[in-house]
């Protein structure tokens, strides 16, 4: 079974810009998580999705957003991008929304300059 | 407010000695926690899980403690080899609501020396 994938893997943005990240799920998995990752705050959560709602939302600002189609796939958007959003992006999928063992996919390392 | 905490930020063993990584944490309402083992550019790959109705849970080489009246968890990994040598996140979950949700601590660097 493929596992999680995320798309793009690495991406380079300017300040003031928005940017999409897309995660495919393990098939048959229904639920959805985004964290964040940089070297001072660690993993942090971002929110979960299951059956295209969120369930969960972490304390990051309203720029931060996300959706999950009915195929279970997700996206993420940042916009009016800061450098302090560069970090490693990192998508989880569960097969339930009460499992509690999520699977990473490799992540988008994203860059704001 | 750091709810999960791993205060030892590396360590580094012998190969074929026991690894044990430990993870302190402060909500009381965490019943279920997991780590992770994070090799650089790839993401987290789950290990091994427990349940706080549980004090121990083994697969394998590993194996995973709770002491729920400390709030302390601990993995141990016998032998250890070179290829472990990784970061280790140690993860809780279970907030009533919130599965979906895995509060993480800052991570060990596990290095196995040959």
């Known amino acids: 079974?493929?596992?999680?994938?995320?798309?793009?893997?690495?991406?380079?943005?300017?300040?003031?810009?928005?940017?999409?990240?897309?995660?495919?799920?393990?098939?048959?998995?229904?639920?959805?998580?985004?964290?964040?990752?940089?070297p001072g705050q660690g993993l942090q959560f971002l929110f979960e999705y299951f059956s295209e709602t969120q369930r969960n939302k972490g304390n990051f600002p309203g720029r931060f957003s996300g959706r999950q189609f009915s195929n279970s796939r997700s996206?993420?958007?940042?916009?009016?991008?800061?450098?302090?959003?560069?970090?490693?992006?990192?998508?989880?999928?569960?097969?339930l929304a009460d499992s509690y063992e999520q699977y990473f996919g490799p992540g988008t390392r994203l860059t704001v300059t | 407010d750091q709810q999960v905490k791993q205060n030892s930020p590396s360590l580094s063993v012998q190969e074929g000695r026991i690894s044990i990584l430990n993870c302190d944490y402060t909500n009381s309402m965490f019943d279920y926690f997991l780590?992770?083992?994070?090799?650089?550019?790839?993401?987290?790959?789950?290990?091994?899980?427990?349940?706080?109705?549980?004090?121990?849970?083994?697969?394998?080489?590993?194996?995973?403690?709770?002491?729920?009246?400390?709030?302390?968890?601990?993995?141990?990994?016998?032998?250890?080899?070179?290829?472990?040598?990784?970061?280790?996140?140690?993860?809780?979950?279970?907030?009533?609501?919130?599965?979906?949700?895995?509060i993480f601590g800052q991570g060990t660097t596990l290095q196995v020396k040959p």
């Open chain 2, 35 to 102: 780590w992770y083992k994070k090799y650089p550019a790839e993401g987290p790959t789950f290990l091994i899980s427990i349940s706080s109705i549980k004090d121990k849970n083994e697969d394998g080489r590993f194996t995973v403690f709770l002491n729920k009246s400390a709030k302390h968890l601990s993995l141990h990994i016998v032998p250890s080899q070179p290829g472990d040598s990784a970061v280790y996140f140690c993860a809780a979950s279970g907030d009533a609501g919130n599965t979906g949700k895995l």
């Open chain 1, 1 to 38: 079974k493929a596992g999680v994938t995320q798309t793009p893997r690495y991406l380079i943005k300017t300040r003031g810009q928005q940017v999409t990240l897309s995660c495919s799920p393990i098939s048959g998995h229904r639920s959805v998580s985004w964290y964040q990752q940089t």
């Open chain 1, 75 to 95: 996206e993420m958007n940042v916009s009016t991008l800061e450098l302090g959003d560069s970090a490693l992006y990192l998508c989880a999928s569960s097969l």
